[in-house]
Every structure is written in structure tokens, then in C-alpha cells.
């Protein structure tokens, strides 16, 4: 077996692995905000995991935004090198 083969059970295509593991690492962050969660809960009482409720909510709105973003900054430089006919590594 060379260093780049898989072992056996693991799909032998990269994007099966990486759907996998984009699962697994969802699941993970899931269970641990639970547990946070939780313990927030216990410890400060219902003001506290409102708290908590409210900030996580806050960033996971600006997450969406962050993806949104990033591709819109790369469509607009390109229309403007086009308009402009700019080099695109000086904007």
C-alpha cells in the first residue's frame, strides 16, 4: 500500500471524504453549542442564555452576509476592470 491509497471504509474519492468530514464538523459544533448552551443555562440563568442566544444568532446572520459578500466584491472589481480596462492587480 503506497502513502496515497485509502484504507478500506474510507470513500476513495475526495469529495466523498469531504462531504464526510463537512458533516462530522457540523455535528461537532452542533453538540458543543448544546453543551454550551447548557451550561449557560444552568449557571446564568435565563437573562444569560438569552445572551448568548441573541450573539450567536447575530453572528450567524453575519456569516450569510460574510458569503454573500465575497463573491459580489469579485463580480464588481471584474465589471469595473472591464469599464475601465484597468489592470486588475492595481485597483
Request: glycine fraction near 10%.
Amino acid at each position: 500500500m503506497n502513502r496515497y491509497s485509502c484504507p478500506r471504509g474510507i470513500p476513495s474519492s475526495s469529495l466523498g471524504r469531504d462531504i464526510v468530514s463537512a458533516y462530522l464538523v457540523t455535528a461537532s459544533r452542533v453538540l458543543a453549542w448544546v453543551v454550551v448552551g447548557a451550561i449557560v443555562f444552568r449557571i446564568g440563568g435565563k437573562t444569560a442564555f438569552g445572551v448568548l442566544t441573541l450573539v450567536l444568532s447575530t453572528l450567524g446572520a453575519l456569516e450569510y452576509t460574510a458569503l454573500g459578500l465575497g463573491p459580489a466584491i469579485i463580480h464588481f472589481t471584474a465589471r469595473r476592470c472591464e469599464k475601465f480596462a484597468c489592470n486588475p492587480t492595481i485597483i
